[in-house]
């Protein structure tokens, strides 16, 4: 993490930040990282990348990016706008598009906005969200609304110290290691600890999801090659392989490959190989 280079820039009147490493005159990599993570997600896997520009995103409500407006939402799509503008701000002509977990999920929609801008899309652990049927929409939008109103009641969670947010995290699932990477932008120092400084929002329900066949009609539409690596302790351990392999082969040139190591494999004991994975593929 020593060599990253901090930048921030204005989109829509949000300010979003993040961290770049490697080659400023390599092939350009737009990184974008998984739930309540940040850009710090993938310091590890940059030094193992550094023949490209590695361009790591702290999305909305994460990290040291703006937080959205209160009337806002944070559904999948709604970075997509402000992302366009960064890559269009950075004159990133042509790009790969890397995501891990939720990242990933928003990469597959930012690869079919970019369109053929996109040379190569790679996903770590991720997809679209499960799909919700039809009949599971009321459900799905009375939580969000429920979700919504707790909001005035919410206090953010504070920490006598990284340890305690380490143990925390540990809890979640996540390694001290990668616990400890992601603390300096997961925290921010105030009078009584330090605070999270993620939107809260981001634990909400999502008021509408796309359903079977909206996911399925993404993946098709994607003419991206596309490299998906999945964690054998990952989204397997869940039991979601299976349903993850069905509906990844809906896109028409897709790679996927296992890796050792769990969800957060790329910071973690699976970075090496996953490098391994990118470079040949990008290459």
Same mark, same amino acid.
């Given at each position: 993490?020593?060599?990253?280079?901090?930048?921030? #820039?204005?989109?829509?009147?949000?300010?979003?930040?993040?961290?770049? +490493?490697?080659?400023?005159?390599?092939?350009?990599?737009?990184?974008?990282?998984? +739930?309540?993570?940040?850009?710090?997600?993938?310091?590890?896997?940059?030094?193992?990348?550094?023949?490209?520009?590695?361009?790591?995103?702290?999305?909305?409500?994460?990290?040291?990016?703006?937080?959205?407006?209160?009337?806002?939402?944070?559904?999948? +799509?709604?970075?997509?706008?402000?992302?366009? *503008?960064?890559?269009?701000?950075?004159?990133?002509?042509?790009?790969?598009?890397?995501?891990?977990?939720?990242?990933?999920?928003?990469?597959?929609?930012?690869?079919?906005?970019?369109?053929? /801008?996109?040379?190569?899309?790679?996903?770590?652990?991720?997809?679209?969200?499960? *799909?919700?049927?039809?009949?599971?929409?009321?459900?799905?939008?009375?939580?969000?609304?429920?979700?919504?109103? /707790?909001?005035?009641?919410? /206090?953010?969670?504070?920490?006598?110290?990284?340890?305690?947010?380490?143990?925390? /995290?540990?809890?979640?699932?996540?390694?001290?290691?990668?616990?400890?990477?992601?603390?300096?932008?997961?925290?921010?120092?105030?009078?009584?600890?330090?605070?999270?400084?993620?939107?809260?929002?981001?634990?909400?329900?999502? *008021?509408?999801?796309?359903?079977?066949? #909206?996911?399925? *009609?993404?993946?098709?539409?994607?003419?991206?090659?596309?490299?998906?690596? #999945?964690?054998?302790?990952?989204?397997?351990?869940?039991?979601?392989?299976?349903?993850?392999?069905?509906?990844?082969?809906?896109?028409?040139?897709?790679?996927?490959?296992?890796?050792?190591?769990?969800?957060?494999?790329?910071?973690?004991?699976?970075?090496?190989?996953?490098?391994?994975?990118?470079?040949?593929?990008?290459?």
């Amino acid at each position: 993490m020593t060599d990253a280079k901090e930048w921030a #820039m204005t989109a829509d009147g949000l300010r979003y930040a993040g961290l770049e +490493w490697g080659n400023p005159d390599g092939y350009p990599i737009i990184a974008l990282h998984g +739930w309540l993570d940040n850009a710090l997600s993938f310091s590890v896997l940059a030094p193992l990348l550094d023949r490209y520009r590695l361009i790591a995103v702290d999305l909305s409500g994460q990290g040291f990016s703006d937080h959205r407006s209160p009337d806002a939402t944070y559904h999948i +799509w709604d970075d997509i706008p402000q992302l366009l *503008a960064v890559i269009d701000e950075m004159r990133l002509d042509r790009l790969a598009v890397l995501g891990h977990s939720r990242g990933a999920a928003i990469a597959v929609l930012l690869a079919a906005a970019l369109e053929d /801008r996109c040379s190569q899309l790679v996903l770590l652990d991720g997809m679209l969200p499960r *799909a919700v049927a039809d009949e599971e929409a009321p459900a799905q939008f009375l939580q969000a609304q429920r979700d919504h109103q /707790r909001l005035a009641k919410h /206090r953010p969670r504070v920490f006598a110290d990284v340890d305690e947010f380490v143990k925390a /995290r540990v809890r979640l699932g996540f390694s001290d290691q990668s616990a400890r990477i992601l603390a300096p932008r997961a925290l921010r120092r105030g009078a009584s600890g330090l605070a999270l400084v993620h939107d809260p929002r981001l634990n909400h329900a999502s *008021a509408v999801k796309m359903s079977p066949a #909206m996911c399925a *009609a993404f993946y098709a539409a994607l003419n991206t090659p596309t490299l998906t690596l #999945m964690a054998e302790q990952g989204l397997r351990q869940q039991g979601e392989l299976e349903s993850a392999i069905q509906a990844l082969s809906g896109i028409p040139d897709c790679d996927l490959r296992t890796v050792p190591g769990s969800h957060h494999a790329h910071m973690e004991e699976g970075a090496e190989a996953i490098a391994g994975h990118i470079v040949n593929f990008i290459a």
